[in-house]
């Protein structure tokens, strides 16, 4: 198996089961990210530098317009997909095995974790991990501390309030926040303009 066909399998929602040698290969991946998230997080880098890290982490072209506070952390990283002028902040976590697709314009605040990939409930299943992909949609504004569980999709322009947890979809233009998260509003509805104060 190559990091093609781990891709495809993890895409496919396949579940990792420890000891295969689809888990054994994204093992390998993953000690790969400790490297490099390790050098990212320990040095100053200039913006142009973050993005290479991020390219080399990812192994896809990330735009130049990308921007990333470090520290940041991924237990994998090949199965991250950052769209354009997309600003991540410090001390994110991305549990990217079941994939994790920011869109463009998208801003996600310190301490957000995406965690795609989840356990088997019980104690002999625990060795089965279940993947499922998140998608942040375009313009999207995830709040500092929130949690964003596997196959979610937040759509486009909404916004996920500090300290959320969100287990469920979020359709585009909304406000969602608490545990779990819940719909508080739409964007340009219930939410004052800037302008408004």
């Given at each position: 198996?190559?990091?093609?066909?781990?891709?495809?399998?993890?895409?496919?929602?396949?579940?990792?089961t420890a000891g295969t040698e689809a888990c054994e290969l994204m093992e390998r991946y993953t000690y790969e990210a400790m490297r490099l998230t390790a050098e990212l997080n320990n040095a100053y880098h200039a913006p142009?530098?973050?993005?290479?890290f991020m390219r080399r982490i990812t192994g896809?072209?990330?735009?130049?317009?990308?921007?990333?506070?470090?520290?940041?952390?991924?237990?994998?990283?090949?199965?991250?997909?950052?769209?354009?002028n997309v600003f991540i902040n410090a001390c994110c976590c991305f549990q990217d095995q079941g994939g994790i697709t920011v869109g463009d314009g998208a801003f996600i605040g310190h301490r957000v974790t995406l965690a795609t990939i989840n356990h088997g409930l019980r104690p002999d299943e625990r060795h089965i991990?279940?993947?499922?992909?998140?998608?942040?949609?375009?313009?999207?504004?995830?709040?500092?501390?929130a949690i964003v569980l596997p196959g979610v999709t937040v759509g486009d322009g909404s916004v996920v309030a500090a300290g959320a947890v969100v287990s469920r979809s979020v359709e585009a233009g909304s406000i969602v926040g608490g545990v779990p998260a819940r719909l508080m509003g739409r964007v340009g509805v219930d939410a004052p303009s800037e302008k408004e104060g």
């Open positions: 198996m190559n990091l093609e066909q781990l891709l495809q399998y993890l895409d496919d929602g396949k579940p990792l142009d530098e973050v993005c290479d896809r072209e990330v735009d130049d317009s990308f921007r990333l506070f470090p520290p940041f952390y991924t237990d994998f990283g090949k199965n991250i997909r950052l769209g354009k991990h279940h993947v499922a992909p998140i998608i942040i949609g375009e313009n999207v504004w995830i709040g500092s501390g």
